[in-house]
């Protein structure tokens, strides 16, 4: 049985993307107090790393492997306060 091609085309949002340089800035200064980064067990057992400029609502989330590498999950602009109150949350419960 064949498989249908994937539906949709996934078009960029470029208010987002204009902020994606923020990444590397934010990893670079991982030592700055404005950034704030911890490590997180997730309810699968995986282990994310995050990074949140709070001042201007900004967060990265990567997997953190055995072996200390990781990979970026994902990087956005935190627009809702639920979200907010999610990662203080999880900050507050990091792996330390």
Known sequence: MKHPPR???RLPD????ERLPW?????DHLDDPAVLHWDYAEGDGDIHTYVWL???DYLIV??????GRRRL???FWLEY???R???????????L
Do not use: P, T, V
């Open 14 to 17: 470029f208010r987002r993307a």
């Open 62 to 67: 990567m997997k953190k492997y055995h072996d």
């Open 23 to 27: 990444a590397r800035a934010m990893l």
């Open 7 to 9: 539906s949709g085309n």
């Open 73 to 75: 999950i994902m990087a």
């Open 85 to 95: 109150r999610k990662l203080a949350q999880k900050h507050a419960q990091r792996l």
């Open 81 to 83: 306060e639920n979200k």
């Open 54 to 56: 709070q001042a201007l």
